[in-house]
């Protein structure tokens, strides 16, 4: 059905596809602009199936190895380089597949989004260009089993990602915004760069399962260990380290905020396959958990709490992304912690993991359908000032239900996702610290009482003077809102489909570091 | 691979279609209160027309609570806590550089005397 040279080369495929998209767009665009957005829009949709089938083989056939430039593709270890795997490698794993097809999904419903909402704008050859360079060099970063091409994976992205915020420059706001995301972006990277050093420096190697096979937990190997949390926990925008988001999130077009979440959770993806996958047991489970954990509730309690106050709808909504990123670090720093006792993991570790990681999946899907929203209102109103705006509801129905969904999602409200994975959170945390468990239904409340605010402020009420001509989102937007909206319902309906297929293999392909090391090194 | 089924916490149970029924059950009972109203109801006559104690009623975009006006009690409230936390996000890039090295000398503190 599908030509075994596609399915053989699909890990390949799903980095060349849009990064040649992004290289002949600008060409594409000399046509017309009609050209380049159907051009944009095929590459996307091409590199969404190649990714699903991606996904679809790793789930059904196990861990994918894609060897570059190897005569077999899953050749690792070549029998003349000593047992070292020395070419870069892809390997592609549960927990890879998942972040894969939740950036092509995201990524796909905001490409959509994305012709009608910056039609209006100039500059659209690079805007699409740097928009595929950031959606290749994520799906190379949740794909690599290369420490040094994550890194440099994790440099386009960031690269690309500070030039999209820049992008509207607004009077220089947002051209600030993106340079302070290019600084801590920078810092971040030079810190993964360092501890890549130190280790690539001990073990004389840079793939990950076989620097996970030699690690030994030396000061140095420790050295590096908090370098990379530092890093990778500043560009997933944890508490005290977040201080970019706001500015990043608030000033970059909707489209590319709703893109930018999935971003960071990419980096959110680096921290925990290093944790797990890489250091494995060698590290001090219990107190890298905890620093997990601690970060994490950092970042829900003061991510919520600064988001009450916003006047800013994307600033208040760049908060809570803040805050919505803590429950994943607490889930999955409770699974972290209790990663050495297996009858603590069987009991309630593996829940909690499986917990945060169906957030990360939950989160991109419902904090981009609301940054999709945020979009368009601010498209319709010509503002992103709350005070500015009332009764909207009136008129852009729509777009209203989409905020409706996304809102009582984030606030984890039955029957949407955002509860579900609250639930395991929830009922898992309890076990390990009830404390913990409180505070994360306290700031789902929280976060409930903000949307309501939102809600209120923009929806509710007469129409305000200068609104009357408001409509609705054009059809485009609807339609990847409309994507995201549904997979939010659809998952919160049958979260237990989504968990038994997609969740709880990639928690299992998280904590099963031998598992992960015989798949690369196993024919060495 | 069973799409209908109970998500499973280890320690707890959820079914969301039980909740769906519920929402759906609510809906219904809602419509019915809705549908029991006064017929006669005519939106925009002096029917809608609120009651301000014999005052005229302000323009209605003047009437609309701001987001700016809501939760004041809250914040308020909490002004110990927003009066710490509010100024540490000064906006200033090296700032953010500083927390980042900040945390990862806490960090690296932890994990060698740990």
Redesign the interface.
Known sequence: MIPGYITTNAPALLIAVPLLGAFLSPLIGKISRDARALWVLAVMTLTALIGYLVAFLVYTEGTLLYVFGATNATLAVPPDSGGIPIRIIFTLDAMSALMVTIAVTVGFAVILYSLSSDSRRSGLEAYYTIFLLMIGAILGMVSTGDLFNFFVFLEISSLASAGLVAYKVEKGRAVEAGLKYLLVSTIGGIFFLFAIGILYGQYNALNMAMLADMIQWTPLDKLALVLVVAALAAKCGAVPMHFWTPDAYSMAPSAVTAMLVVASQASLYGLFRICFTLYGITLNYATIGWVIIILGILSMIIGVTMAIPQKDIKRLMAYHAVSQTGYMLLGVGVGLAVLGDQALLNSYGMTAMEGGIFHIFNHAMYKGLLFLTAGAIIYQVGTSDLNRMGGLGHRMKWTMIFFIIGALAIAGIPPFNGFASKFLIYESVFAFSPLLSIIAMVVSILTLASFVKVFHSVFMGPPLPGNEQVREAPRTMLIGMTILAAIVIISGVFPEFFVQNLIAPAAHALTDQAGYISAVLGGA | ????????????I?D??L??IA?IIGLVIAWLLWRSGVSSYKKDTEQTRPYLSGNAEP???E??????N??WG??EG?KG??QR??P????I?T???L??F???GI??V???V?
């Not at chain 2, 009437?63 to 700016?68: D, E, K, M, N, S």
């Open positions: 691979m069973a799409f209908a089924t109970s998500l499973s916490s280890g320690f707890g959820w969301p279609l909740w769906v929402i323009p209605k975009g009437v609309h609570i701001r987001a700016g809501l939760y809250f914040t909490i806590y927003y936390i509010v540490l996000h000064t906006g890039a700032d953010y550089l927390w980042i900040w945390v990862a960090l690296l932890i994990v060698m740990v």
